[in-house]
């Protein structure tokens, strides 16, 4: 109220310095009053704008933030989840590879029973054969024969490179 009191007075001031006098100087500080004031309306609007945009900037502002937080965690999630899919892809090669090893493993401990198998039955024939002729040299086969047996490997309690050992040192003294 102070500053349209103050106007007033400085308009009137202006207006008696122009040369208006009452009526013309009464119509003269109203209009310019009214401009005035108009302005001031103009000014207000444009600041309760100002205010408003710059409000919705922040907003967006803050919402762009938000949306690139978001990005980044499910970038991190996915970047995570390929890590762990690839470490039990590895996981998973490594354990078939083993397991293709031990396959090999047993099947070749297999072949070697099989073989000799083979042998023992050649000798058991051979030995008949010349059981006529050598009676000693069959005594001494047989005690030999006799010797320890190698049971058979079984995966739940031996250890495939202790009983491949085993065998191989029992196939020597064969």
């Known amino acids: 109220m102070d500053a349209h009191v103050a106007l007033l007075k400085d308009l009137t001031t ?12 009464n119509k003269w500080v109203t209009a310019q009053f009214k401009i005035a004031d108009d302005k001031a309306v103009a000014e207000r609007q444009r600041a309760e704008e100002a205010a408003k945009t710059a409000e919705e900037k922040a907003k967006i502002e803050q919402q762009r933030e938000y949306d690139r937080a978001r990005a980044a965690e499910e970038r991190e999630e996915r970047r995570a989840a390929r890590e762990e899919d690839r470490l039990t892809r590895e996981e998973q090669r490594k354990y078939d590879e083993m397991k293709a090893q031990m396959e090999i493993k047993r099947m070749e401990l297999q072949l070697r029973q099989a073989r000799l198998t083979r042998r023992a039955e050649e000798d058991t024939h ?40 085993r065998f191989e040192r029992y196939s020597e003294m064969q």
């Open 14 to 25: 202006l207006g008696k310095e122009l040369g208006y006098k009452d009526a013309e100087l």
């Open 126 to 165: 051979d030995d008949e054969d010349n059981d006529q002729e050598e009676g000693e040299v069959h005594e001494s086969r047989r005690l030999t024969k006799s010797g320890p047996k190698l049971p058979f490997f079984d995966d739940a309690k031996d250890d495939i490179d202790s009983y491949l050992r």
